[in-house]
């Protein structure tokens, strides 16, 4: 048997970690996107929109990732397509994201005083502009931070993207320690790629949260 | 001020906060049974004076002794056992939300003193009917007025028994309707011998009810007398601007 | 259209029966021990010594920096490595005490700094030491504020146990793999699982908000 070396191990790693950076960011980006969608149509107040809105999020948020990556998995192959597990995991993980992203982005939206609705209203100006010149530039100011937040849950959220077969940094762990018999060494290596990842994005929501309670 | 049978004795105390020298150079004696409300402008130092006697804050300079043993900071066993025979009252009452009024009471001499339940319980019930509020042994602290918030704070207060009862404006958070309530039962613990100090804006009753006025200004203690000097013939300036600035 | 066979499924209700009854052990044990454990280093990150607070602060950064399928992996392969080899339960219930225990550290540690110093300060006047004072005065309010957060948590842990079914602990999503495996019916026994978990997550909610009532918020 061959012996591997740390470096082996950590370099097949690395390469792995390519396809969660990029997974983590076709979800957050598509999600960010369709959950912006969401939360315009909750705002206008569209008839039927908040609860079903509504019914979306709580489906999203009370049920677990894992089914959620495979009923897309297994849901999309019924239609005789051929899903790829990459295709399964990005829609699912997109559709994650929006139900979580339209609700926090939601509650930044409440946070803004009724007043500046009024304001808006009467000074005649059309909804999209009462959203994006007075509503949307100060709901953005408190949305920064829990939404950089919520970055790491969707990172954290592509490993469940391995079960599936999509071959990220779990799978890859997975995969070298059946070849390398070196449990240990892998998966804290990648725990550790997970950690470089997440801890700075971490470390920077909440020096974001602390500037902005300063400001306010 | 004589020292032979102080119960209180205060020596050269300073305190700075920081760049700030909140007390510089107090001294005071106090005798048992004493009442003595603590007058003056705030910033003059009074609260800190007060929370220097029971540790809550740690002067920089100069001693305090109570009851003959030494206010250390640094010995928090020494500390806790000198909170037993100082009692304080806070400004905004500092109730338990979570506790029922009798709850409130009994849980210190449960833990400190491990009395026996039901011994607490009657307590606490005794201490209710002293000031006043008997029936109200399971109401919580969000169900209570104000007035009604702090003479339970002074039955909690009073379940340690303590010898000195030190209060630190308490009924400056009161609406005026409500602080004769509270003045009374501290007027009722005055005339049972209870020892006390008082961070007070009541003037009426610092003239009424106490032996000996101090007035505070700057850090430094700069007048004290029986009230009917201090109030009567205030012999600095800055005491007389401090009592003609009070609109009595 | 595709034929879709849901009988099929829950005509192996039992399997999911037992599932469901192991989801909801992992989770109630890992509850109770994972709130214990985050009381405990809230206390240490809040009041507790310099290295104490910073090995609390170690262990929740990296819980929460890490995907619970990686920590469930590591404690279940990789410490035999080590000589610690567990069963798949004991395993899954310690991975998840261990995430929820971090989680919830935070989530205490919120509640206990918004403690009015006040408190404190009465409690010391009356001679109360640091540790009675957080067991007595401080605690339960502070549970108390961060309660809604705590159940969310709670939740989350829940739905996040589905994972444990990849190390072929017998919870739900492990039956719903086991009955598709069978019957090849992946997509029905799949929508009947995440069905049945979405009335876990509300029926776990409705739970702990009495919990919370009956013990934390609990008077008259």
Redesign the interface.
Known sequence: MVDFSVWDVVRNLLLAARWTVALSLIAFVGGGLVGLILLCVRIAKLPGAERLVGAYVQIFQGTPLLMQLFLAYFGLALFGWNISAWTAASVALTLYASAFLTEIWRGCVAAIPRGQWEAAQSLGLPFRDQLRDIIFPQALKIAVPPTVGFLVQVIKGTALASVIGFVELTKAGTMITNATFRPFIVFSCVALMYFALCFPISAWARALERKLNVHR | MSTANSFIEIVGVRKSFGDNEVLKGIDLSIAKGEVIALIGKSGSGKSTLLRCI???ETHNAGTIHVDGKEVRAND?AAI??L??SV??I?Q?F?????L?AAKNIM??PM??KKTAPQVLEAQAKKLLERVGLGEKFDA?PDQLSGGQQQRI?IA??LA?APQVLLCDEITSALDPELVGEVLRVVESLAKDGMTLLMVTHEMAFAKRVANRVIFMHAGRIHEHGTPAEIFGSPRTPELQQFLSGLGD | MIALDFLAVVEQWPLLAKGVAVTVTLTAIAAVLGVGLGVTCAWARAYGSRWASAIASTYVEIIRNTPFIVQLFFIFFGLPSLGIKLSPELASVIAMVINLGAYSTEIVRAGLEATPKGQWEAAAALGLSRAQTFRDVVLIPALQKVWPAMVSQIIIVMLGSAVCGQISTEELSYAANLIQSRNFRAFEAFIIATLIYLALSMALRQLLNWLGGRFLFGRR
């Open positions: 029971n540790g809550l928090a806790r056992d909170r037993q009692g304080m806070f905004n500092n109730l338990f939300p979570h029922t849980l210190a833990r400190v919580y704070a909690r207060a340690m």
